[in-house]
Structures are given as structure tokens and as C-alpha cells.
């Protein structure tokens, strides 16, 4: 019998393509390899190379810089997944799946693929965010995510880019469900860039919006709403919904915000709307709602993500309800849609 130790190389393919374990488990335990894949892929910008014409992959390993085999194999695994695919060539082509990594692409993910480079690092540091409950990339990169964003442009540039995309894939969608016939004027707490209020406006033309956030966040704003053609009934203002919120809205809606900020923050935000709110105002939150029971892996791996970037879990319905009643709130009602957003009406208590 051999003495040998398999290396760690050996232990982990072995570990990834063992027969006794479920394939799922095996998808599980290689799914970091894809994403590592996919995401250099998308950083090589393979699908721009290829949106005009097939190319050999010597031709592609020329112009990109790459070492020629190790490209080869590269691009025969994303064919296996159907990114791309070979002509009668047997050069490489694009699918229509692949074309979503073009940075051209009008439902281009190439932003979002992108900002798994830093996810991905956070990641691999979840044994910290579970031993400690404190954000994992905070402790990868020694500074908070917003801080980390501020300081460079291109993962800056990602982020936003999967933020505009999430709220048109999720967002838009899910507005359908909500009936804002009853309202004049909405103030959107925390607005960011503007996209979630100028598609409103564009679906309901009787209604006027107030966009609050910080002033470098909501400097772009105007291009959202002027891209709508709906600026002229909307006023953008500057400020931090810590120290106050603008009044004399009839809706405030507070989107993707508050699972931002733990219990005592997120109070200050609340508090600080219901003072705004006259008393048949209300509130609508539209986040991330964990069920109270039956979980699924999903909702559970969004929630620990949520962990490793900020280190906070998502709330349950119930915890919201919580944070409600504590800032002066009554009446809580759930508004589920089939997307990944959930919405949580309210009103101030007279």
C-alpha cells in the first residue's frame, strides 16, 4: 500500500467528484469554480470578442492575452454551461445566454458577474460573519463595503449597475401589485439614482415624488427622471434621513434601505418618517422579508449574504413588525409578490 498523502489539489477533486456523494452536493462543493470561471470570463470580456464574428481560440488567446491552452479549457467549460458554443469551424461563438456578458447588452449582467470578484473574497471569510455576526468583508478588505465603493470606481460602477438592474427585474414588476390610484405625492426615502421613483412616475402620470438621499448619491438622479420624461414632477433633495425627512408626502416609500442598518438605525429612519407623515399618510417598505417559518435555501443563503456584506441577517415579518410598533407605527400588513421583494404597509399611529 502506497504512503503517499494526496495533496490538497487531490483531496479536493476528490471531495467534488465522489460517487458516494449526491450530485447536488457535488454541484455544491465546485460551485466557487464556476463562479471563478464565469467571472473571468466576463472580466476578459470573451463576449465582446465574440459578439461580431466566431473565433478560433487562438485568435482570442492573441488578442486578449491569455495563455492559449488554458483558454482552450477555459472556453470548453462555458461551453458545457451553453455561454458559448462552436460553429461548423469548430470556432468559438456566442450564445444568446453569453450575450448577457456583453457591456453592451441592454439586460446586461456584466456589472453584477463582475462584482462577484469581491463578493467571492467575502466569502471565503463566512466563518468570521457566523463566529462573530459582524460583516465578513469589513474584515477581507479592513474597511465597510460603502467605503470600499467610494473608493474605487469600477466596483462603484458594478454595484450600481446591479442595483438598477435587480429594481428593473424585481422592483418594476412587483409594483404591479400595489395600488398607488389613492396618492398625490410620494418621497422616496433613500432613492439612490432615481429609477425605482421615474418608473413610477412614467406608470401613474397623476402622481408628483420627492427624491431624498444624500447629495452624492442622488447627484444622478436627474438622468433617470429625465430619460422617463418625468422630471418635471419630481423635486430632488439633498440631506440624511438620520437627522430628518421632508414632509407633505402622502406615500413615503423606503426601498432596499433599511436592511442596511441594525435595529437602532434603522429606528432613527422609521421615527424620523412617521414625524414627517401627516396621519392618513403611509409608509411602504419595499425589502427582503424572511417568512417566520419554512425558510427556504434560498431566503437563507440571500440572508447570509446579507451577513457577509453588512453584517446583518434580513428580518422576518415579525421582526419588522417590531420596528414598526417601536417608531410609532400601527396596522402592519404584508403584501407578498411573486419576486424577491416583499412589500410592508403602515400607518402612524394617530
Known sequence: MSSKQPNAIELTAATANNPLLPKRVQEAFSG??????????????????????????????????????ALRQ??????????????????????????????????????????????????????????????????????????YLSNNAEANANFNQWMEKSTKDWLLPALETYNFSNFTHFVDVGGSTGSLTAAILAKHPNLRAT???????????????????????????DGDFFESIPAKGDLYIISRV?????????????????????GSAKLLIMDFVLPNKETTASELLSSLHLLVLGGRLM????????????????????????????FIEAVPIS
Open 74 to 147: 477555459l472556453l470548453q467549460l462555458l461551453n458545457t454551461f451553453g455561454i458559448i458554443a462552436k460553429d461548423s469551424a469548430n470556432k468559438f461563438k456566442l450564445t444568446d445566454l453569453g450575450s448577457l456578458l456583453r457591456s453592451d447588452a441592454p439586460n446586461s449582467i456584466l456589472g453584477i458577474v463582475l462584482s462577484t470578484n469581491e463578493t467571492y473574497k467575502a466569502w471565503g471569510n463566512l466563518l468570521y460573519s457566523v463566529q462573530t455576526g459582524k460583516a465578513a468583508f469589513d474584515q477581507t478588505f479592513q474597511m465597510s463595503m460603502y467605503e
Open 258 to 278: 433599511l436592511l442596511n442598518w441594525d435595529d437602532d438605525n434603522a429606528l432613527k429612519i422609521l421615527r424620523n418618517c412617521c414625524a414627517a407623515m401627516a
Open 315 to 342: 428580518r422576518t415579518e415579525d421582526e419588522y413588525y417590531a420596528l414598526l410598533s417601536k417608531a410609532g407605527f400601527q396596522s402592519p400588513k404584508l403584501i407578498q409578490t411573486e419576486w424577491e421583494i416583499s
Open 211 to 237: 427624491i431624498f438621499d444624500q447629495a452624492h448619491v442622488v447627484a444622478n438622479a436627474e438622468n433617470a427622471l429625465k430619460s422617463a420624461g418625468v422630471s418635471d414632477r419630481c423635486q430632488i433633495i
Open 32 to 69: 466557487y469554480q464556476l463562479t471563478q470561471a464565469i467571472y473571468v470570463a466576463a472580466k476578459l470580456g470573451i463576449a465582446d470578442n465574440l459578439y461580431k464574428s466566431a473565433k478560433s481560440c487562438e485568435e482570442l488567446a492573441a488578442g486578449m492575452g491569455t495563455d492559449t491552452n
